[in-house]
């Protein structure tokens, strides 16, 4: 029974396209997160939402944009895909906004050619 | 902005020994998380640490955490060659601050 999926696992697109990701969680929990895993295995934080609204985007280009539907779900579209954009992007959730764990879908990786 | 740095960045081990991993941070925290990733696979939690805790245990493991050098150990005894992962510590800090993650420690052990 899984708690945090994300879809696809893999992805591989040429540059100049478009793609999604869909993320959703069956725990309940109010607040959820988009994070980028580098090759170097960096973990960055690009948005949190909370109840469906946006409370968290950070330095991100506006080529990516997240969508919440509802509390348990977060889709994050990308636009014209870029070489740099190549990583493996995780979705996560916790209960509240500023408290407890985290948990981790198992991450979508993306591979712009 | 990163806020912890993991110490070392990667570690080799022989099975039965333990593995100790360090990570500093910056700025004042609410607590601290230790996360482990299996090498494909997404992030798990370990253990939360509070700002007013010192030390938590969980099975093998054990945390430390020193809020005047901004500074927090994970100690793994007797590790075994399903430890082999990567080790993140994540800060959590005020008001909707997501939890913010160092680069985690490689840690291999060997059979």
């Known amino acids: 029974d899984t708690a945090v999926s994300q879809t696809p696992k893999y992805l591989v697109t040429q540059m100049g396209n478009d793609k999604s990701i869909k993320c959703e969680q069956n725990?309940?929990?109010?607040?959820m997160y988009w994070y980028k895993q580098d090759s170097k295995k960096f973990l960055k934080i690009m948005f949190s939402?909370?109840?469906?609204?946006?409370?968290i985007n950070e330095t991100v280009p506006n080529r990516f944009s997240p969508k919440s539907p509802d509390k348990a779900h977060l889709n994050l579209h990308i636009n014209s895909l870029e070489l740099g954009d190549s990583a493996v992007y995780f979705c996560a959730s916790r209960r509240g906004s500023n408290t407890g764990e985290l948990f981790f879908g198992e991450g979508s990786r993306l591979t712009v050619l | 902005s990163q806020q912890g740095e993991e110490d070392p960045q990667a570690l080799s081990i022989q099975e039965g020994e333990n593995a100790t991993m360090n990570c500093s941070y910056k700025t004042s925290i609410n607590n601290l998380q230790w996360y482990r990733q299996n090498s494909g696979r997404g992030l798990v939690h370990l253990i939360l640490?509070?700002?007013?805790?010192r030390e938590k245990h969980s099975g093998r493991l054990r945390v430390t955490l020193d809020t005047s050098k901004k500074s927090s150990s994970l100690l793994i005894t007797a590790s075994r060659a399903a430890d082999t992962a990567s080790y993140f510590c994540?800060?959590?800090?005020?008001?909707?601050?997501?939890?913010?993650f160092g680069k985690g420690t490689r840690l291999s052990v060997i059979a």
């Open positions: 939402y909370n109840n469906k609204e946006l409370i």
């Open positions: 725990l309940g929990h109010d607040t």
């Open positions: 640490i509070r700002s007013n805790e």
């Open positions: 994540a800060t959590d800090g005020s008001g909707n601050t997501p939890l913010v």
